[in-house]
């Protein structure tokens, strides 16, 4: 099966001005021919398959915004090969834009003065949906997150979390094949984000919409994406399950304990080092730092026993607190990124590399 | 599903149309505001005029009387006032704030979506405001505009001037593109269209030579071409010919030149922010 988005090397440069500081230099910029190339995405290539659902990840400024603007077709690439729905976005705007659907979470695609009914039914006509597709998509929202009782207000008196909602509402009205959603949930309250998350994976189930989805939520991430791509830099450093990508890189855990009646400190944290290491031979890479009150123990789950560590823990201090935390996303990209750098593409470059081939249909 | 999309194809542009005619009536105060505005104006053009007049000591200046130039500065005025949608400043304030994003994801061409959001707001200001002052000005003056086919004529022309006029915008905004800047641009454009469409001044009185310059410039097809046939109660059908025609050419000209300005311009994009 042909996928419905084929990226082969995409690069996007920019061009920027190398500023001056203070006055004087904001005058001589004025004269400046000093410029410098920005690579934002630098050689990505991926092909995703109709229906999945894609997480697409990355610290702030990693490219991931511009690599999505190359596939709707608002960006052209500097050099590489984009194609979406079999054709290249930037030169088929209009035709690309009927089949794909897109959600920015920092703005809004709705008409800001008017009810959101009326948007609908504006969009309905822009994209030409339809009248029993229309219904059929509308009673389905209904049934899905019920906002009938919203479709009456304006989209400037709405809540953030509830113009968001109705902007992703409005991105799957005309049927699109693939939507777009860059940073749906940012700012969004827990409820409204669980909400959404419903939401696009019921969509994502009933009508087969390949989703590709930009976040900084590591909840998204996993309520959402069997698959997810990580790019840093612009360059694209993960390409894999999300499964894979825990045992693989995250396979980390945090214990954290805080002491009752004891201070913590840089000797009482190596004490309890030593001390789970002697007693577990296996457990030679366990670390122990202070942080804040408390004592945090970084587990790795796949050489040694996480409950031993967590039986050893528990007994070598009387304890007010215990908590264990997961591995944030940021931690593994950056572990990934740092795990880059150090053994040159060996670890990483090998699962993005077979993903290509046999990324499942 | 294509063959449905054929189908449709125009009812999708007429959507916009339908969205900013339902945009503008949620802000009503607008309107009073503004018909308010084109009264003051024509009353002040009236008084300065008039003190013109009265110091030339002259009946008649560059062949026109007083009324002649009240009813077409007048008029002008208030057509220039709802002819102008600020497209330049929308387009431009699209391209800073990186909300160009929005409308480059959608099924219609930037052009002609533009096109139809403009015109609305042109037929709701030409019936709030040109109407009613077109009736002010026929009592101040005396119903000196004459009634019949001139009016018919004015409209097809003021039609094709709005076109010309949109091209001009639509491509001045475009340079936005490049500068990420639209303030000087703009303004510029404002004093050049102004001046040299005779909107501000006729263009009869502008020296000879500069006015047959004038005549092959685009601009004064927007305003002094329907103005011309509006005040004229009719002229040979030679004149008319040919004003119509320049018109043509020019909006063919301009509409050519857009549509190509916009398919460079929009390549070198850069969505600011998020």
């Avoid at chain 1, 229906?51 to 991931?64: D, H, S």
């Avoid at chain 1, 709707?72 to 705007?93: A, D, H, Q």
């Avoid at chain 1, 944030?328 to 880059?340: D, L, P």
């Avoid at chain 2, 004015?154 to 639209?182: A, P, R």
Wanted: negative net charge; charged residues 20%; hydrophobic residues 45%.
């Amino acid at each position: 099966m042909e996928p419905v988005i084929q990226l082969d090397g995409i690069t996007k440069t920019f061009k920027v001005l190398n500023r001056k500081t203070g006055m004087k230099g904001a005058v001589m910029d004025l004269f400046s021919r000093d410029y410098k190339e920005v690579c934002a995405v630098d050689h990505v290539t991926m092909s995703i398959q109709q229906g999945e659902m894609v997480g697409y990840l990355g610290p702030n400024g990693a490219g991931k915004s511009t690599t999505i603007k190359m596939m709707t077709g608002i960006l052209e690439p500097t050099s590489g090969k984009v194609i979406v729905n079999g054709r290249i976005p930037y030169k088929n705007r209009t035709k690309n834009a009927q089949n794909i659907g897109v959600v920015f979470g920092q703005r809004t695609q709705l008409w800001w003065a008017l009810p959101v009914i009326e948007s609908f039914n504006i969009l309905k006509e822009i994209y030409c949906v339809p009248d029993d597709l229309y219904k059929k998509n509308m009673a389905m929202f209904n049934d899905l997150v019920g906002v009938g009782d919203l479709y009456s207000k304006t989209v400037r008196q709405m809540s953030l979390g509830q113009r968001t909602l109705c902007d992703i509402l409005a991105a799957f009205l005309h049927d699109p094949s693939v939507v777009f959603m860059d940073e749906p949930t940012i700012g969004l309250d827990v409820s409204m984000k669980s909400k959404i998350r419903y939401l696009v994976s019921e969509l994502n189930k009933e009508k087969g919409t390949t989703i590709v989805l930009t976040t900084h939520d590591m909840g998204d991430v996993e309520a959402l994406a069997k698959r997810i791509v990580i790019i840093d830099h612009g360059k694209m450093i993960y390409d894999d399950d999300i499964n894979h990508l825990k045992s693989f890189f995250g396979a980390y855990r945090t214990i954290m304990i805080t002491p009752d009646g004891e201070d913590v400190s840089d000797e009482l944290a190596k004490e309890c080092q030593t001390g789970i290491r002697d007693i577990i031979p296996e457990a030679k890479n366990v670390h122990v730092t202070v942080d804040e009150h408390s004592l945090a123990i970084l587990v790795p789950e796949d050489e040694v026993s996480f409950v031993e560590v967590l039986q050893v823990a528990q007994e070598f201090r009387p304890l007010k607190d215990i908590q264990i935390k997961e591995i944030s996303t940021e931690t593994i990209i950056r572990k990934i990124y740092e795990g880059e750098a150090k053994d040159k593409n060996e670890t990483v470059a090998t699962p993005a590399a077979t993903n290509g081939n046999e990324s499942e249909a | 599903m294509t063959s449905n999309v054929r189908r449709f194809r125009f009812s999708r542009y007429f959507a916009y149309s339908k969205a900013s005619f339902q945009e503008s009536l949620a802000f009503r105060m607008g309107f009073l505001i503004s018909i308010v505005g084109s009264i003051v104006y024509t009353i002040v053009i009236c008084y300065l005029w008039k003190a013109i007049f009265q110091s030339a000591g002259a009946e008649v200046v560059n062949g026109m009387t007083y009324n002649d130039t009240l009813v077409y500065l007048a008029l002008a005025g208030t057509i220039t006032a709802s002819v102008d949608v600020f497209l330049v400043w929308d387009i431009g304030r699209a391209i800073q704030t990186g909300d160009i994003a929005l409308a480059f994801v959608r099924p219609a061409d930037y052009f002609t979506m533009h096109l139809f959001t403009c015109c609305t707001s042109i037929v709701i200001s030409f019936v709030v405001n040109v109407i009613p002052i077109f009736f002010l000005i026929e009592f101040i003056s005396g119903w000196a505009i004459p009634i019949g086919f001139n009016i018919v004529f004015f409209m097809l022309s003021l039609f094709l001037g709005i076109i010309i006029n949109f091209c001009i915008d639509f491509i001045v905004g475009n340079i936005c593109f490049y500068t990420q800047s639209i303030w000087g641009i703009n303004i510029m454009k404002e004093v050049v269209v102004h001046l040299l469409s005779g909107a501000t001044i006729p263009l009869a009185f502008f020296p000879d030579k500069l006015h047959d310059a004038m005549m092959f410039l685009p601009f004064q097809a927007i305003y002094h071409t329907p103005l011309t046939m509006l005040i004229n109660e009719s002229m040979p059908t030679e004149t008319y010919l040919r004003m119509f025609g320049v018109q043509l050419i020019w909006v063919v000209v301009l509409v050519i030149a857009a549509k190509l300005f916009f398919r460079r311009s929009s390549r070198v994009v850069t969505v600011n922010g998020g």
